[in-house]
């Protein structure tokens, strides 16, 4: 069921007009707003603690934009196929690419670090096609039709594809081929990262993009692919984050995890409708299993 759903939503994105692929996805996702309940608490819990000091009705507006941006989202996703180097010239503004060219002539890699936040899935394919060498560590879909329809469209537009499950070895492999390698660093699906504070509560934090920037002396490249309010984009390619080394390791991982998530706090805060994260990120430890 959830493959024909794709299916279709891929062939209104090709076959249609963009304008026409957008207000299709804002209507679907303004209906589903209206009576998905478990979805609005949980991005209204969220908001209430990115800003604990808004009222309810700017915190709804948020929630409300949350649900269009994410149609938007879906639609750019399914479009991948007609996105070329004209698309990207007319869509798409570049800032920092610096950052990410002066990461990789060190010849050590680099981690590209975002956030389930605007459009990370087109944000890899910009990079790919303005020439960054470039994988992305990607969680196995349960279906494996739909599975296999993620991979190929990433594939197709030259992104290397490490499955979670061998993201060790693999992301080591490509930080020593001088490749970058794109993690999401705001949901840890498997319970083992680091607890930090997230915008002042614990929460835990994936600690791979610390490990391996540490364990092969790389940088961490922050880098978030942004809706403008025109339907445009901006990737914005951040500051890096240098790796920390004293005597102790456990300690310089955290370091740099907070270092993270300062970033992420910021880009959040100034993106809050483009976050997309419909589950209550400070629940339990255990929330994220079993979970896309």
Not at 54 to 76: A, C, M, P, R, T
Request: proline share 4%; glycine share 6%; aromatic share 14%.
């Amino acid at each position: 069921m959830l493959f024909t759903l794709y299916q279709i939503g891929i062939f209104l994105a090709l076959y249609t007009p963009l304008r026409t692929g957008y207000a299709i996805a804002c209507f679907v996702s303004t209906l589903y707003n209206a009576f998905s309940i478990r979805d609005n608490r949980a991005i209204m819990e969220n908001l209430q603690a990115i800003f604990p000091k808004q009222d309810k009705k700017s915190l709804e507006n948020i929630k409300n934009k949350i649900f269009v941006n994410f149609g938007k989202y879906l639609v750019d996703f399914f479009r991948f196929s007609l996105i070329d180097k004209n698309y990207i010239d007319r869509y798409v503004k570049i800032e920092g690419r610096y950052f990410l060219d002066e990461a990789l002539s060190k010849g050590k890699g680099a981690i590209l670090a975002s956030a389930h936040l605007g459009n990370w899935e087109l944000g890899g394919l910009v990079l790919a096609a303005i020439g960054a060498p470039l994988d992305v560590v990607a969680l196995t879909h349960k279906h494996e039709n739909v599975n296999i329809f993620f991979t190929e469209q990433r594939k197709q537009k030259g992104i290397g594809v490490i499955p979670v499950g061998a993201a060790v070895r693999r992301c080591f492999k490509s930080l020593y081929n001088n490749r970058a390698v794109a993690l999401v660093c705001d949901r840890d699906y498997f319970d083992n990262g680091f607890g930090v504070d997230f915008f002042g509560r614990k929460t835990i934090i994936p600690k791979g993009p610390a490990l391996f920037s540490r364990r092969h002396s790389c940088p961490i490249v922050p880098v978030f692919m942004v809706r403008n309010h025109d339907d445009t984009f901006t990737l914005r390619i951040l500051k890096p984050i240098e790796p920390v080394y004293t005597k102790d390791e456990h300690a310089d991982l955290i370091h740099i995890t907070e270092d993270i998530v300062k970033v992420l706090e910021s880009v959040i805060r100034e993106y809050p409708d483009q976050w997309f994260v419909f589950r209550r990120f400070w629940e339990k430890i255990g929330w994220g299993k079993g979970q896309r």
